[in-house]
């Protein structure tokens, strides 16, 4: 049974860092492993994903730059690390996998979420 779980969510200041991991367990055959958010009263939203090689990395237009995915190999988690945060990065992130690397509908598996807020 695959498992996916969130952790590292927070508050934050505005111009703030964090760092999110998500621990995977099972087995999981799964061309990447992807974050996405969803904030109140939106829809989920893709934000970053890697490849299972970690050759390839995907960012969303609003996070490039500031985010960065990674995944350890040997504990078999993924990172995300988040600097630089605004006040609309707002918003419950879940880890994914799945045939990515965009489309939320080609995610097969999710976590339950960790919840990052920034204040301003």
């Known amino acids: 049974q695959v498992q996916l779980v969130e952790s590292g969510g927070g508050l934050v200041q505005a111009g703030g860092s964090l760092r999110l991991s998500c621990a995977a367990s099972?087995?999981?055959?799964?061309?990447?492993m992807g974050w996405f958010r969803q904030a109140p009263g939106k829809e989920r939203e893709f934000v970053v994903a890697?490849?299972?090689?970690?050759?390839?990395?995907y960012s969303s237009d609003s996070v490039k730059g500031r985010f960065t995915i990674s995944r350890d190999y040997a504990t078999n988690t993924v990172y995300l690390q988040m600097s630089s945060l605004e006040p609309e990065d707002t918003a419950t992130y879940y880890c994914?996998?799945?045939?990515?690397?965009?489309?939320?509908?080609?995610?097969?598996?999710w976590g339950r979420g960790t919840q990052v807020t920034v204040s301003s």
């Open positions: 099972g087995r999981i055959f799964s061309d990447f």
């Open positions: 994914a996998a799945g045939r990515g690397p965009r489309d939320i509908r080609r995610y097969d598996y």
């Open positions: 890697i490849s299972w090689s970690g050759t390839l990395t």
